[in-house]
């Protein structure tokens, strides 16, 4: 097991990295206790200039903590502080099906409170103001952290195309249910995909930029323990209990800035409910990128580089104290 992180190019230019194993809730699978793998990057010291506040990366399925390393540097070099997780599941955390690769969840509310946990635990060391960056998965999951106040330290939001409704036939909702009730839940929802395999460029579904789709093919290649395949019966039936959970009356009681960020070429979730969702978050700001697949933060550099934009005008104008 990876005591730190994977060896990479952009991991490697991370400076002062904590590594931390953080419990949460016991399994709904087996009941067992459960932990995820937690990394703490402060921000770059800047003389006579106090860090901007800490950034909380609650990412997509199937991703781990150095996916993100680039963004995290980008964060770093700003003045924040980051803390990113391998979620409840998946990478180095301890995973919740009987294959180890397959993509299992067991309820996305234990997964929100597993990074509330992981909040708690290294409070001390996160410079406030909190904010938290959801991309997908971790859009569901820190949506519901939130609607749940389970992490009170957190006073705003970023989300990256979050799965707030997925991109699926109209059937699959409720196959997978019916497979779950019959005690096919650990089963794999999508057989041919089981396992984890390098995916084509020309055909890929998350970011039109060829060199951060190599590289994170590299790292999967290089470190097949913290790959993932495709999602489970139990999986999907969690994804839509949270989704089907984000309602009007719900989501008015979120009183805190978001900021909602849109892939208009995704084909993985539906940016219809992106809009929807936003129109229904008090302080919600919606930002569309035109030419954007699903992995907004992944793309190219000029979609990268809007993303920076919003994001800095986006902070600058929030109302918060340390």
């Known amino acids: 097991m990876l005591q730190s992180l994977a060896d990479d190019e952009w991991v490697n230019k991370l400076k002062n990295v904590e590594i931390h194993w953080v419990n949460g809730p016991v399994s ?40 993100y390393a680039e963004v995290i540097a980008e964060f770093t070099a700003r003045g924040f502080a980051v803390l990113a997780v391998d979620q409840r599941g998946q990478g180095l955390s301890d995973r919740l099906a009987a294959e180890y690769c397959y993509g299992h969840m067991d309820d996305f509310t234990l997964a929100a409170k597993h990074l509330a946990d992981a ?27 939130l609607l749940q106040s ?43 995909n089981k396992y984890w395999k390098p995916e084509i460029f020309e055909t890929s579904e998350v970011t039109s930029d060829s060199r951060r789709f190599a590289r ?75 030419n954007a697949k699903h992995e907004i933060l992944m793309e190219t550099d000029d979609i990268r580089s809007k993303f920076w934009q919003v994001f800095d005008d986006w902070f600058a104008g929030l109302p918060l104290e340390p």
């Open 28 to 67: 709904g699978v087996d009941g067992s206790p459960k932990k995820i793998r937690v990394a703490f990057v402060p921000a770059v010291k800047k003389r006579g200039k106090a860090p901007l506040g800490s950034l909380i990366i609650s990412p997509g399925r199937t991703e781990y903590i150095e996916k």
């Open 119 to 145: 909040i708690s635990q290294l409070e001390s060391q996160l410079p406030k103001p909190h904010i938290l960056l959801g991309h997908s998965m971790g859009g569901a999951i820190g949506l519901e952290m």
């Open 150 to 192: 389970f992490a009170l330290s957190i006073k705003a939001a970023v989300f990256s195309a979050p799965m707030w409704g997925l991109d699926t036939h109209f059937y699959t909702e409720t196959v997978c249910r019916v497979r779950s009730f019959f005690g096919k839940s650990g089963v794999s929802a999508e057989p041919k």
């Open 216 to 290: 994170n093919n590299a790292i999967l290649l290089a470190n097949p323990e913290i790959q993932s395949g495709g999602a489970t019966n139990g999986w999907v039936k969690a994804a839509y209990d949270a989704m089907n959970s984000f309602t009007a009356d719900r989501l008015a009681k979120l009183d805190m800035p978001i900021l909602v960020l849109s892939a208009a070429a995704d084909t993985v979730v539906l940016p219809a409910q992106h809009a929807r969702i936003a129109g229904l978050l008090p302080h919600a700001k919606l930002v569309s990128f035109p």
